[in-house]
């Protein structure tokens, strides 16, 4: 009987420790300080106060302007990017003799918080700002397209379906859909480079007719300026398209050992910007320089124009549920306004 009592009073005595402990854990629970997931369950991730001053901090190198923007103290920054050294277990800063500077590890995990930070920022705008579901189009695009063409045609599509709103970006080469909330990208390319692009589908919009400029006065009086002469003259480049004056060269039968040298520029406003100023001449498709050709700013130096290697596309991915009702709208409009540019 003693042994059964000791056996019973045991197994009373683990009965209770396990409700003690049960309503520890729901006392705990509720009161909001943690829960009882055990620690293998815990996303990795550091909270959105601590990200957010060390992306400051990093893109400042100073905690002090840190602070300022964020509307915190120094020291609460300081602690904030300490304890993120600590949860890391790597140094993200160091003392120099003007201040902080990030090391290696410090700088590639700032631009990757960076980006995310920002992605984060612009999907929150995104559904504040969002109308009906289905209404809007995120759309890249080449940049100069954008400004020159493209947005100054939007208001006639705004007039005509006042319920979508279209969204743009810049993108100058291919990207990853999957890994953008874009819809749709204006990409300028040959056809191969537009086939190239993986797992995606491109609708045709307009070709390209790329043109020699320049400023009126290097002109020298005259109505145009021979091949040969514009070899021998200063030659503006588009790094996208490094080839371009070798190209036109050939067509034109003229051999210019030049024809790779003089200063270059990443977009094609640059490019026309330079050749208004009168720095050189340009290679440049028509369709971007309308209204400095009809101010006067530039003037078609010969009329050989590079052959037609390139055209707009409407790139979006594969498959029929990568297109909305907004986008087909869009996407009709785009290749009727293209049509009636002549």
């Given at each position: 009987m003693v042994g059964r009592d000791r056996a019973v009073g045991k197994q009373c005595f683990f009965i209770q420790v396990c409700v003690c402990r049960i309503l520890k854990a729901k006392s705990v629970y509720k009161r909001g300080i943690r829960t009882t997931l055990p620690n293998a369950m815990r996303r990795k991730i550091p909270?959105?106060?601590?990200?957010?001053?060390?992306?400051?901090?990093?893109?400042?190198?100073?905690?002090?302007?840190?602070?300022?923007?964020?509307?915190?103290?120094?020291?609460?920054?300081?602690?904030q990017i300490l304890a993120l050294e600590e949860y890391l277990g790597q140094s993200l800063f160091r003392r120099t003799r003007h201040g902080m500077?990030?090391?290696?590890?410090?700088?590639?995990?700032?631009?990757?918080?960076?980006?995310?930070?920002?992605?984060?920022?612009?999907?929150?705008?995104?559904?504040?700002?969002?109308?009906?579901?289905?209404?809007?189009?995120?759309?890249?695009?080449?940049?100069?397209f954008a400004a020159k063409w493209l947005i100054p045609r939007l208001g006639e599509f705004a007039r005509l379906h006042p319920g979508i709103t279209v969204h743009i970006e810049t993108r100058t080469r291919p990207f990853l859909f999957a890994d953008t909330a874009l819809d749709a990208a204006i990409y300028a390319g040959s056809p191969e480079q537009v086939r190239q692009w993986a797992g995606t589908q491109s609708q045709h919009v307009m070709d390209e007719e790329v043109v020699v400029v320049c400023h009126p006065s290097l002109l020298g009086g005259r109505q145009r300026l021979e091949a040969e002469a514009?070899?021998?003259?200063?030659?503006?480049?588009?790094?996208?398209?490094?080839?371009?004056?070798?190209?036109?060269?050939?067509?034109?039968?003229?051999?210019?050992p030049r024809a790779l040298a003089g200063p270059r520029y990443e977009q094609f406003s640059m490019t026309v910007a330079a050749a208004a100023q009168g720095l050189g001449l340009a290679l440049v498709p028509r369709l971007l320089i309308e209204a400095e050709l009809q101010r006067g700013e530039l003037v078609i130096a010969h009329p050989l124009a590079l052959a037609n290697l390139r055209a707009y596309c409407l790139v979006r991915p594969q498959g029929p549920q990568?297109?909305?009702?907004?986008?087909?709208?869009?996407?009709?409009?785009?290749t009727n306004a293209a049509g009636s540019q002549g």
């Open positions: 909270s959105s106060n601590t990200l957010l001053c060390f992306e400051a901090a990093a893109r400042h190198r100073s905690l002090t302007r840190a602070a300022v923007e964020l509307s915190l103290t120094q020291s609460a920054v300081s602690r500077e990030l090391t290696a590890v410090g700088a590639d995990y700032a631009a990757r918080v960076a980006q995310r930070l920002g992605a984060l920022e612009q999907d929150t705008l995104d559904i504040m700002g969002a109308g009906e579901p289905g209404s809007d189009v995120h759309l890249a695009s080449v940049p100069t514009i070899a021998a003259m200063p030659l503006l480049q588009q790094s996208t398209r490094p080839d371009a004056w070798s190209q036109w060269f050939d067509q034109a039968g003229v051999d210019a990568s297109a909305s009702a907004a986008l087909e709208q869009f996407a009709r409009w785009l």
